[in-house]
């Protein structure tokens, strides 16, 4: 048998800040996949319709612009020395931009655009056709690859991720008070699951992973376990 038969998608999807991408990035390291945080390709189109000034006041956004605008916005990810990965828009690296708290209140109506989801979904499917691969996101087990082998599913209460993105923040160096970013992660989460074009949802087939008592460690371990099982079936 071929190695690639062997080789899966595994779908992370869950509520804004509860840890997918950690757990995402960590279990494709361990097992040699590749990782694709959908959150920061809708973050590059935020920052792209910003910087052109497709966003006004009170988060409107004006959609036949975003709309044109998509064939110019290509995004790729690059490997950092360090081993992290980082975002590129159009060959710029916006790793750090696009977690700004001014981006974050914008891309809940970015990503809600019909367009914008068709054009990165068909973007996503590309990243996977080789299989292997670790995706996290909003709608990956239910709308990028409703087949993947295995979809995990993850939840913590708002407040706990919203103490998370404090910290991510901070260690950053962007201060940031705790009470926005309570009400920027409840906020995304009322705009995720309302929105008409694939909102946040669980698939029906996807494993629940509430993390708010567990180590990194613990974690981990759930994951390889839950990955050495769908590959031995
Ligand atoms: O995971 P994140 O917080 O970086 O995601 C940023 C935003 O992108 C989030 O508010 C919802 C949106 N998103 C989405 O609609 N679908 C995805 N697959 C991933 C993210």
Same mark, same amino acid.
């Given at each position: 048998?071929? +190695? ?8 992370? /999807? ?23 945080? +959908? ?25 036949? !612009?975003? #709309? ?5 916005? /290509? ?16 060959? $710029?690296?916006? #790793? ?8 974050? $209140?914008?891309?809940? %109506?970015?990503?809600?655009? %019909? @367009? ?32 993947? $082998?295995?979809?995990?599913?993850? *939840? ?5 991720? !919203? ?7 901070? $260690?950053?160096?962007? %201060? ?7 009400? *920027? ?6 705009? /995720?699951?309302?929105?008409? #074009? ?7 087939? @996807?494993?629940?992973? /509430? ?9 981990? @371990? ?5 990955? *050495? ?5």
């Amino acid at each position: 048998m071929d +190695t690639n038969d062997k080789k899966i998608i595994i779908a992370i /999807d869950g509520y804004s800040s509860s840890g997918k991408s950690t757990m995402a990035k960590s279990l494709a390291k361990a097992i040699g996949y590749k990782y694709v945080d +959908t959150g920061a390709m809708y973050r590059a189109v935020t920052l792209y319709a910003m910087r052109h000034g497709m966003i006004g006041a009170n988060h409107t956004v004006n959609i036949p !612009a975003i #709309e044109e605008a998509l064939h110019k916005i /290509d995004i790729t990810f690059t490997l950092m020395p360090d081993g992290t990965q980082h975002t590129l828009l159009n060959g $710029e690296d916006v #790793e750090n931009l696009i977690r700004q708290l001014d981006l974050s $209140e914008n891309v809940s %109506p970015v990503s809600a655009i %019909p @367009a914008v989801r068709q054009n990165l979904v068909r973007k996503q499917q590309d990243f996977g056709k080789e299989r292997g691969i670790v995706m996290d996101g909003r709608d990956i087990g239910t709308t990028v690859f409703p087949d993947a $082998e295995l979809k995990i599913f993850v *939840n913590a209460p708002a407040a706990t991720r !919203a103490m998370r993105r404090v910290k991510e923040l901070q $260690e950053k160096g962007v %201060p940031v008070s705790y009470d926005k970013v309570l009400a *920027n992660v409840v906020s995304r989460d009322r705009q /995720d699951e309302t929105r008409a #074009e694939s909102p946040l949802r669980r698939a029906e087939d @996807a494993v629940d992973l /509430d993390n708010s008592n567990l180590t990194l460690k613990e974690q981990d @371990a759930i994951l390889i376990k839950l990955y *050495n099982d769908r590959i031995s079936c």
